[in-house]
């Protein structure tokens, strides 16, 4: 999975500068709210942020600190799920749905041992995911990914119901983010 073709889609998906009234994230660009962008040292208008430094933003925050790179070098298309749900939803929550979704096909642990769901990726999640993919084969991938997605969907639709003004955002999430 290339990163580089991953963070072109995002952005090209989040398109530029945005400052919905009902978006909690503020002012955004590329997809990176100015919060976030604050947080990685850019101070400038939003309006002016670089493209280069989203994409700088993109690698660091959701590919390489979450690990997904490494998932990447086992299940690509999972890689390229987390990848996007962690720029939606955070990088923990995707992580999390991973995990979630890994010990929900492990067979009451007789493929591997539960998991604990602390929303990072590390020895114990790749080992569970390399064994999963060892037993399922390539159609492994594709479950897990639609049991990712629909806790996607699921978390989705309980954002828009618990805050009204999300009601906004979801037919586009469920559009551009699922599937």
Known sequence: MNIDHL????????????????????????????AVARAEGYGGDMRDLPRSTAARIYRALYWDRPAFAFVAEIAPFVAAELFDT??????????GFLQRTLNALNRNGRDYADLS????????????????????????????LKAMEALQGERYIDLAERRPANEAFLYGWLANRIG
């Open 117 to 144: 769901i602390d929303q990072k990726v590390g020895a114990r999640t790749l080992a569970a995911l390399t064994a999963f993919l060892k037993l399922r084969g390539p159609r492994g991938e594709t479950v897990l």
């Open 86 to 95: 962690g720029v939606n939803m955070g990088p923990g929550v995707a992580a």
């Open 7 to 34: 963070i072109d889609e995002v952005i090209a998906r989040e398109g530029g500068y945005c400052e919905h009234p009902a978006d909690r994230g503020g002012p955004t660009k590329f997809g990176i709210t100015q």
